[in-house]
């Protein structure tokens, strides 16, 4: 069966200080990967998604960067935090074919301070 | 372009009420429907979904029907308890697409 691995789960990190979360999938190949956020509140924001390794489609321009070197690895990565930063992150992969939804990671929950 | 709409929330109810959520949808082709729900410090979870007209998606006790002369996808569940209290999201999929679109999730409460 599919997982998705995404860590750290929590992680605290100071203005101005780099940023790597990393996301994996198990179990399937040629994924579609999804990094989301989502501030107070409820609302999901798609931050990047990649159909294959080093594809990399950006929705939102901003101060972070995502990058795939491997077919079932997805990064999120920022050189300089803001506070702005601040918010739950979610991976999530899907099939090739949308009609079967997305599984997400458990999330993780950065603080910048 | 597609685009999801919710009911606004929080909806608030008592233990073994009926609940409704409204979704309502706007897309080209034949999407799919889902429905996510989200507990409290956690990612999303798959919660059930319809893949074309008229298909019912069930898990858990909830429901929602595929209504594509509404345009519609409703969840529903006929007793709520406490452990339902969560943020719920319904989302459609084109079919040949790659990203999903998210309606803005409601959040429900249940009190005992």
């Given at each position: 069966s599919q997982t998705i691995h995404q860590w750290p789960a929590t992680l605290v990190q100071p203005v101005g200080s780099p940023l790597s979360l990393e996301c994996t999938v198990e179990g399937t190949s040629n994924p579609n990967l999804y990094w989301y956020r989502q501030a107070a509140g409820r609302g999901l924001q798609l931050l990047f998604y990649s159909v294959g390794i080093g594809q990399i489609s950006s929705e939102v321009p901003q101060n972070l960067s995502a990058s795939r070197p491997q077919d079932r690895q997805f990064i999120l990565s920022s050189k300089k935090l803001l506070l702005s930063d601040s918010g739950f992150y979610l991976c999530a992969w899907s099939a090739?074919?949308?009609?079967?939804g997305y599984t997400f990671g458990s999330g993780t929950r950065l603080t910048v301070v | 372009g597609n685009s999801v709409t919710q009911m606004e929330g929080p909806v608030t109810l008592s233990e073994e009420a009926f609940l409704t959520i409204n979704c309502t949808y706007t897309a080209t082709g034949y999407p799919s429907l889902f429905w996510y729900v989200q507990y409290p410090g956690e990612g999303l979870q798959l919660l059930l979904k319809a893949t074309k007209a008229d298909d019912k998606g069930s898990n858990k006790g909830f429901e929602a029907t595929y209504r594509k002369e509404t345009t519609s996808f409703h969840l529903e569940k006929g007793s709520v308890q406490v452990s339902d209290s969560a943020v719920y999201f319904c989302a459609l999929s084109e079919r040949n697409g790659n990203k999903l679109v998210f309606g803005a999730g409601t959040i429900l409460r249940v009190k005992s």
């Open positions: 090739r074919q949308g009609e079967y | -």
